[in-house]
């Protein structure tokens, strides 16, 4: 069973930077499709980026291509997600999901204008 901490959040200005992390534990992570998410207030569940397992293949949701970059570091069992160029409307909690179904408790990011 693979389990996930994120951490990384904050407050920061627009136009301003962040890098979440999401720790994973357990031996099968390696092989795991990873993925970001996150959800505004008062809205639904919104996909971020996705990486397969090997970090060969990223995909990002339009909303956030050209700013935000994922990586993964396999010998450290952790995921990242460099944000730059932050605006308002990234304000919301971000989650890290391994393997389409296990979920972090997420981590809120926070974006003054």
């Known amino acids: 069973q693979v389990q996930l901490v994120e951490s990384g959040g904050g407050l920061v200005q627009a136009g301003g930077s962040l890098r979440l992390s999401c720790a994973a534990s357990?031996?099968?992570?390696?092989?795991?499709?990873m993925a970001w998410f996150r959800r505004a207030p008062g809205k639904g569940r919104e996909f971020v980026a996705a990486m397969n397992g090997s970090g060969s293949t990223t995909n990002y949701a339009d909303s956030v291509k050209g700013r935000f970059t994922m990586s993964r570091d396999n010998a450290k069992n952790t995921v990242y997600l460099q944000m730059n160029s932050l605006k308002p409307e990234d304000t919301a909690v971000y989650y890290c999901?391994?393997?389409?179904?296990?979920w972090g408790q997420g981590t809120q990011v926070t974006v003054s204008s």
């Open positions: 357990g031996r099968a992570y390696n092989s795991y499709p």
């Open positions: 999901v391994a393997d389409g179904r296990l």
